[in-house]
């Protein structure tokens, strides 16, 4: 079935920089948008990216939260079946688990989800 593994977090000060990993197995990453949320304790998850899928209109086209926008890129490694999240000047509003999943509208019941990565920005 279906499954999605992030990784990449862990703890880092004000201004640093961290890249998250999403890999796929049993589903083609390049044939699905791609979408990070985050959720913090107490809040509400949050759609922090999502990148279009890798055919039809909108290919390769990505989208950013405007929190993150300038400091976050998505990208894919196809050939590893991977989509990156590429954390930079990092805050510690940045501070949350990170998901990712098949679905940028984070509506979907469907659409499988990882068990998160934690990502801790401590001043």
């Known amino acids: 079935q279906p499954q999605l593994a992030e990784s990449g977090g862990g703890l880092v000060q004000p201004g640093g920089s961290l890249r998250l990993s999403c890999v796929g197995s049993g589903v083609t990453l390049s044939y699905h948008v791609v979408g990070w949320f985050r959720q913090a304790p107490g809040k509400e998850r949050e759609r922090v990216s999502c990148?279009?899928?890798?055919?039809?209109?909108?290919?390769?086209?990505?989208h950013y939260a405007d929190s993150v926008k300038g400091r976050f890129t998505m990208s894919r490694d196809n050939a590893k079946n991977t989509v990156y999240l590429q954390m930079t000047n990092l805050k510690p509003e940045d501070t949350a688990l990170y998901y990712c999943t098949t679905d940028c509208s984070g509506v979907d019941t469907y659409a499988p989800w990882g068990q998160g990565t934690q990502v801790t920005v401590s001043s």
């Open positions: 990148i279009a899928s890798g055919a039809g209109s909108g290919v390769g086209s990505t």
